[in-house]
């Protein structure tokens, strides 16, 4: 009796110490991220005070400037809102076409040096964005596409394509063959196949591809800050660079964009999050 | 003459290699060919210089450059084990608990989708001496104290690590969280039927178990490890006195701020191996790993 | 002596109740069945002895020691289970090493254990090799014997055999059996296979909806089944049902047919009591085809609808009572469906059953 005792003990202990250690961590997670869109809503002279103030006030005055244009120190959101958009909309769409190609290619077909190639591709995602801004600033300077949206989405396609990829691969290999090969039976022509059968069966797979590109570009910074220079192509995190002047940070107005930056991403994660996990594990375990 | 037909693999790998090959590789030629020129953005005529392997020989015989060099590396290190073991860690406890598993899930996801340079403002917010969320609650709390985070060397590299691993550690628990979901009941009891503790069971099946996933979870991070420059560059840009100055931030002002593009571009070559060197080294162990459990294709 | 004892043994999921108080006693060197339909608490009950499920309520005690909150490791019992849950990163030794090497026991006695078992087992040949290399009945012998290289007090067994084809079910069956004569320890056996009960266990546990229905050797339970799910779950074919009535000494089956009412239920019935009428197919026999039988025996004309004929003996379809039954003939001939046939029935080995209860009524 005495040991189960013992054991009905140590279970209990290890419950307690359990879930205060989740709670620990969830708090860590969250708070940061709370805080930002917490300050976004809070006059400055609170953000600033000193001795600091707990009871947060309510104010939409960051927002009302962010949206106000350009005047009173107001940054031009809209403009980077809409520059953020349509590069990563563009580049994500090439890019999954392109990746998706890929990814069927190490899919469904035997050739030599395969596991080389893909290593190779995947490398090619390792180069830091930093050390490729040196040459492509110049190059692109060159060929005259520097600042504008071409030039950006060109970058994040070739950015995203290896990922792309990676994870496409997995979930097509996750279909059976038999499903093309009893489609082309069926007389389909290989192309058809595609698009009329495996496709459809791994549309929920390439969706979470083309959210993992989405997110890549809409957050890349590294190379966004030196490809763009005007209002016309800068993105939003560029833009975030915005409220800081020499000495000072404009706390509430960043956090007020930082927030609108979240929102689009957070919808698209919780949307596919299921989808993103397993063919991130699928592709990388089922060798 | 019957023309010889491409392969059809090849064919549907052409636009991504063309892709790669005009934004990455010809860039990289170039920029490996630059790195032999003492070239500057402010005087073009340098680029047809040739001057071999001078700026090699410059940046390995310049100790701030092997101190941003080592800081990097032991930076990388530090970072990525404390990322897999705290990822390791929540997984573990996220896969015991019996409600809400969802949820846990959802909120783990959560710093996956904060851009590196959000990340890097959000802490230079919360870790700012003057008005930051810890020193607030450090005050409010009783100690008189305001820690210089961002302004003392070690302060400094602790809060940019904080930042790192925040914006991380989640990538590893998702996925290995994943892997523990995906895991086989069975051989877990078997082994706790054979006698192990929770600790044994853990390490000779679960551990064993959960290693390919370790290693997806270092290969997609070390694909991109060079994205903790974002975070560097804003909370410190390197500073202060160079204390936090790792391979990236050293390489993005010469390149920028001093305009001597040679020199960067080699540092630039040497920040591409060591980002190859992890993405393949992990790749390695990636494989090693499959076939110890027999997952091999 | 390792005995095992439920007594009043619960679980629950939530409000959902899986096991509902079962007092079970099991001798030392037993080797007991727990069989039933999926869903009847026997894989349930099994892992609340193992300790991988918490037990609700009553007490389990292995060797005369409650064990209800010990760990598995501390009931020192070995395991196989369904789907032989072998590690799949370590070769066929150190899987079955494995138990030794975590009790850190000396490298060479691991190895002699281990080579015992291997010897016992067949599988010295695949030593070196990984699970993945093994073909499902090979990677059942492992796991049979990991189990064994502990020398444990007790062996469970989850439902060992259900992964493996026909034949090998019945070889593995007989390894088994000879096993347990071997090292002779207590076993608990989970199947839904009434035909593994009735072969290899000294006393079958018949479980449904998380109670026992009955407790007895697996002569007992052929011969004479409490009710009719025993009746019907034991045996193949199962046991023959037919509606019938009481009717004074007399019973009145569905499309008429009248018969005596069998000595062991006499006195028993009331006038007019609703009741299932059972006998085994091998105690309706074509006349001339029968093995010799004795007791009050009554004849019946039967038409023979379909025929499946088993070597030895042919299953016979035919109509009696107003219901489908079988019947068996031994010695065979070819019979052609639609032919009429004078069947013997045994009265004293028939059974009859409250048609309200299921129980049986027999004195």
């Known amino acids: 009796m005495d040991r189960n005792q013992t054991h009905r003990n140590r279970r209990r202990a290890l419950k307690v110490l359990h879930f205060s250690a989740l709670f620990l961590t969830m708090a860590v997670i969250c708070i940061p991220g709370l805080w930002i869109v917490l300050n976004s809503f809070r006059p400055t002279v609170e953000i600033m005070a000193k001795p600091p103030v707990w009871t947060p006030s309510f104010t939409l005055d960051h927002y009302r400037a962010m949206f106000g244009g350009a005047g009173e120190g107001g940054v031009p959101v809209f403009s980077y809102f809409r520059n953020s958009l349509i590069v990563s909309v563009v580049s994500t769409f090439i890019a999954i076409l392109i990746g998706m190609s890929g990814g069927y290619a190490f899919a469904r077909y035997r050739f030599k040096g395969k596991s080389g190639y893909f290593v190779g591709l995947m490398l090619f995602r390792a180069v830091p964005g930093v050390a490729l801004s040196l040459p492509l600033f110049i190059v692109f300077a060159k060929v005259g596409i520097i600042d504008t949206h071409l030039g950006l989405i060109l970058v994040y396609v070739a950015m995203n394509v290896p990922f792309t990829i990676w994870l496409t691969d997995g979930f097509f290999r996750q279909i059976p063959k038999e499903l093309h090969e009893a489609a082309e039976i069926d007389g389909c022509t290989r192309w058809q196949a595609f698009w009329k059968v495996e496709f459809p069966v791994a549309k929920s797979g390439v969706a979470s591809a083309a959210i993992f590109a989405f997110l890549t570009s809409w957050n890349e910074f590294a190379l966004a800050s030196q490809l763009t220079r005007s209002v016309g192509s800068k993105t939003m995190p560029v833009g975030l660079l915005d409220f800081t002047a020499e000495f000072t940070i404009n706390w509430g107005g960043m956090c007020a964009l930082a927030v609108l930056m979240i929102i689009p991403a957070l919808i698209l994660t919780f949307l596919v999050q299921k989808h993103l996990i397993a063919g991130l594990t699928f592709g990388g375990v089922k060798g | 003459m019957p023309r010889r037909r491409l392969p059809e693999w090849f064919l549907l790998l052409l636009p991504a290699i063309i892709v790669i090959a005009a934004v990455v590789l010809i860039p990289l030629i170039f920029s490996l060919y630059s790195s032999f020129t003492p070239y500057k953005l402010t005087r073009p005529s340098t680029l047809w210089k040739w001057i071999g392997t001078y700026n090699y020989e410059k940046i390995l015989t310049d100790a701030k450059f092997w101190a941003a060099f080592g800081r990097t590396v032991l930076f990388l290190t530090i970072a990525l084990n404390l990322e897999m073991l705290l990822g390791l860690g929540i997984a573990l406890m996220v896969n015991k608990v019996t409600w809400g598993q969802r949820t846990l899930r959802t909120i783990l996801m959560f710093p996956m989708m904060f851009s590196p340079i959000l990340v890097g403002f959000q802490f230079k917010f919360i870790f700012n001496d003057n008005i930051g969320l810890v020193n607030n609650a450090l005050q409010s709390m009783g100690f008189n104290v305001a820690l210089p985070w961002l302004v003392d060397g070690k302060l400094a590299m602790f809060s940019i690590a904080f930042a790192e691993i925040w914006m991380s550690t989640s990538v590893f628990a998702i996925l290995i969280l994943a892997g523990l979901f995906a895991m086989p009941r069975d051989p877990l009891e078997a082994a706790k039927v054979d006698g192990c503790t929770p600790w044994q069971s853990f390490r000779h099946i679960t551990l064993p178990f959960l290693m390919p996933f370790i290693y997806i979870a270092m290969t997609i991070r070390s694909l991109d490890v060079a994205r903790a420059y974002d975070i560097v560059q804003i909370m410190t840009g390197g500073g202060p006195a160079r204390r936090t100055e790792l391979l990236w931030t050293l390489m993005s002002r010469t390149g920028y701020v001093d305009a001597r593009m040679g020199l960067a571009n080699a540092m630039g070559y040497v920040s591409i191996l060591l980002s190859i060197f992890f993405t393949v080294y992990f790749f390695r162990k990636l494989s090693a790993a499959r076939a110890e459990i027999g997952m091999g294709s | ?363």
């Open chain 3, 1 to 363: 002596m390792t005995e095992v004892t439920l007594s009043n043994v619960v679980k629950k999921y939530g409000a959902h109740q899986a096991v509902h108080g079962i007092d079970l006693d099991i001798a030392d060197g037993e080797f007991v069945v727990l069989v039933g339909p999926s869903g009847c608490g026997k894989s349930t009950t099994l892992r609340m002895i193992a300790g991988l499920e918490d037990i609700s309520g009553g007490e389990v005690s292995i060797g005369g020691r409650v064990v209800n909150d010990l760990p598995p490791r501390e009931r020192n019992i070995s395991m196989v289970f369904q789907n032989y849950a072998l590690y799949p990163h370590m070769t066929v030794r150190e899987n079955l090493g494995f138990s030794l090497h975590i009790a850190k026991q000396d490298p060479d006695q691991i190895k002699i254990a281990v080579d015992d078992a291997a010897a016992i087992l067949g599988l010295d040949e695949l030593m070196d090799r990984k699970p993945a290399e093994l073909s499902g009945g090979q990677r059942q012998r492992v796991a049979m014997g990991r189990a064994i290289v502990r020398h444990p007090d007790v062996f469970l067994f989850d439902e060992p055999l259900s992964n493996l084809d026909a034949k090998l079910r019945t070889q593995m069956r007989a390894e088994i059996k000879k096993l347990h004569q071997r090292i002779g320890n207590t076993i608990i056996y989970v199947t839904h296979d009434q035909v593994e009960a009735m072969t290899l266990a000294d006393r079958i546990v018949l479980m449904r909806d998380g109670h026992i229905v009955q407790v007895g050797t697996p002569l007992e339970l052929f011969n004479t089944p409490v009710d009719t799910f025993v009746a019907s779950f034991i045996g193949s074919p199962p046991m023959n049902l037919v509606d019938g009535t009481v009717n004074g000494a007399n019973l009145t089956l569905t499309d008429g047919t009248i018969l005596p009412i069998p000595l062991t239920a006499r006195g028993l019935l009331h006038d007019g009591q609703a009741i299932h009428f059972g006998f085994r197919a091998d105690n309706l026999m074509p006349i001339g085809h029968a093995v010799d039988e004795e007791g009050e025996i009554i004849t019946l004309d039967l038409t023979v609808t379909l025929t499946e004929p088993l070597g030895t003996e042919t299953v016979l379809f035919t109509e009696f009572g107003g219901a489908e039954v079988q019947a068996k003939m031994f010695n065979p001939r070819p019979v052609i469906p639609g032919e009429a046939m004078k069947f013997q029935m045994v009265l004293d080995k028939c059974h009859v059953f409250d048609a309200k209860t299921g129980k049986a009524i027999r004195s």
